[in-house]
């Protein structure tokens, strides 16, 4: 169906040959399809020599007269009912596009789109089944640096004890670190983690995300500070805040439809109501 539908907007595209000012330059021409030095958009090609400028004019030329000259190939073999089936399918597309646009602005303009806690919590828990998670969530902080750098025990000691005044010290050195993640009030997916964690990614590491705990582990990289605070394998409930973007997006496409059925209506009863509209007996 693309494909006919893009053959047809060839056709319609190919066969549209407005009258043009006298005074352009014509470039080309197939049959009764003209190409004018108008219809080039010369701004890609700034920048470029000459010589470039002019293939890549010859080029556009080219195409434009192989377009053309299938086209023609197209309407000469091809037969009348099928070329009406591809002018319907051109017009339905040109119909569809027009009103999913107009619809589209309509509701953008109109859409409420302050979504309570309530509203959320009731969708969530009416909505369980949708929110199994499918894979592990951890909320962690973890700091990843040299393990030669000067003030290594200072960081240490603010990561672990991590109360508001380290929270700051420790963003504002993080230019000192090789990688780090320090919201761990955030439900991340464990692989996440382990990619960002290279010892992890060695066997029975892995098994160390499940445990909260603080760790430390090294490689070549240097060391890894890690704090595990919540583990949730996949198979639970996702929590709600992990899920909040999602339970947005259904409230949001929700208030859509109702309010797009709601706009067709309105548009057909105020044309009636200006005898825009009329159905006869």
Not at 157 to 163: A, L, V
Not at 195 to 218: A, C, D, E, H, Y
Not at 235 to 246: F, S
Request: with cysteine; charged share 25%.
């Amino acid at each position: 169906m693309k494909y006919i539908i893009g053959l047809s907007c060839l056709f319609f595209l190919g066969c549209h040959n407005p009258k043009r000012n006298s005074e352009e330059i014509l470039l080309a021409r197939v049959n009764d399809a003209f190409f004018y030095k108008s219809d080039i958009d010369f701004r890609f090609m700034e920048g470029l020599s000459k010589e470039d400028s002019l293939f890549q004019v010859q080029t556009l030329i080219n195409n434009w007269a192989t377009k053309q000259l299938l086209i023609d190939g197209a309407v000469l073999n091809l037969g009348q009912e099928t070329q009406q089936e591809f002018e319907q399918l051109v017009q339905q597309y040109k119909s569809d596009l027009y009103t999913s646009s107009y619809l589209e602005a309509l509701v953008k303009k109109n859409i409420d789109t302050k979504i309570s806690e309530l509203e959320l919590k009731t969708i969530y828990d009416q909505n369980r089944e949708l929110f199994i998670l499918k894979e592990d969530l951890v909320k962690l902080r973890y700091i990843n640096v040299n393990a030669s750098v000067s003030n290594i025990k200072e960081v240490t000691k603010r990561f672990k004890r991590f109360n508001n005044e380290d929270k700051i010290i420790l963003d504002s050195i993080s230019l000192e670190y090789t990688s780090y993640f320090l919201n761990d009030s955030t439900w991340i997916k464990s692989d996440l983690a382990i990619s960002k964690i290279k010892p992890l990614q060695l066997g029975f590491n892995r098994l160390l995300l499940k445990k909260p705990n603080f760790v430390q582990l090294k490689d070549s990289l240097g060391l890894y500070l890690m704090r595990i605070n919540t583990y949730l394998e996949r198979g639970n409930l996702a929590p709600l805040e992990y899920v909040l973007p999602t339970l947005k997006q259904i409230v949001i496409n929700k208030r859509k439809l109702k309010l797009i059925k709601q706009l067709k209506s309105d548009i057909v009863n105020d044309a009636i109501k200006n005898k825009k509209f009329e159905i006869y007996n």
